[in-house]
């Protein structure tokens, strides 16, 4: 497969993604009243999907108003490959403000997010601050707070120069998100991504969502299954366990790390929401749902030891 190809593909997940939180969001899994700007309808998924989705956005929350509250919002946010994502907005609905917001991920990508911004007025609405106009061209938007922005994050040189560009403060606590991102990079080019973030900002704290166990039966199947849609998943080797998941930030410099499975992240959720969500809707492939949830994890590291805590 060309490498345009697959980056063809690779792009292609962020509607996969954004379609199933739709979904997710549709069934009252949990609130989001700015992902259907992004995706105007979608088919209905399978229990366990939504479920997984629930499981994952749910748990990023927690860890990402945690991240904020305990830096009193005098923090950066910085979302690689982020898709339609909608955090930025949801930040801003319940008042947690934070000094800058970054999103990244492939031209092609954020020039669609751009357009929808653009003729959105709540989504323009929430970016806009008073005095500061909105730039904007094709790939890339800039607010005061929010800046959007068009790179291809496995050229270090390029992400480098666009951090720039987006006057971020690198001495200033900052979270790195990525969902589902990191697993589409060559490891070598994640690593490099990885080491340069640990390099530059000093108090920095990470979330990566993504695939573990990748090397057992169920894993090859979900491998095989994005292969034949012409993704291949070039970033697999730090996905065999969440050991591999941990050590793949120590290596490269960061303080320290963790990493749990879902089935682990879910018996930490509020017990509240799982009884709520529950009753949404019947899961008859029980067994599915626990496979699903040991081939997904989430990993935290941290540069500074004063993140070490942030834990569900
Ligand atoms: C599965 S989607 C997830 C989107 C979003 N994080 C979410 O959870 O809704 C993966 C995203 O990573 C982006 N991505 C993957 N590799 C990338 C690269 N080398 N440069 C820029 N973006 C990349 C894709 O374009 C896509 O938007």
Known sequence: MDSVGNDEAVIATNDDASSCKRCAVAMGYWRDRYISYFVRSTDRKAPEINRGYFARCVAIKLLVDKFVEVTHGNCQIVNIGAGFDTLYWRLYDEGKNVKGFVELDFPGVTSRKCLYIQRTKPLLQAISEEDYDV???????????????????RNITEVEAKIKESDLDYSLPTLFLAECVLVYMNTSKSSQLLQWIAEKFKSAFFINYEMV?????????????????????AGAQACQSTETQRQRFLDVGWAGADSYDMINIWARLPPE??????????LDEQELLQQLFTHYAITTAWTDHRWSDIQL
């Open 135 to 153: 730039k904007l061209n094709r790939n890339n938007l800039h607010a005061h707070t929010y800046k959007l922005t068009g790179v291809d994050l």
């Open 213 to 233: 166990n990748l090397g057992d039966r169920f894993g090859e199947v979900m491998v095989s299954n994005l292969r034949s849609r012409g993704c291949d998943l």
């Open 273 to 282: 929401e799982i009884a709520r969500v529950m009753q949404i809707e019947l």
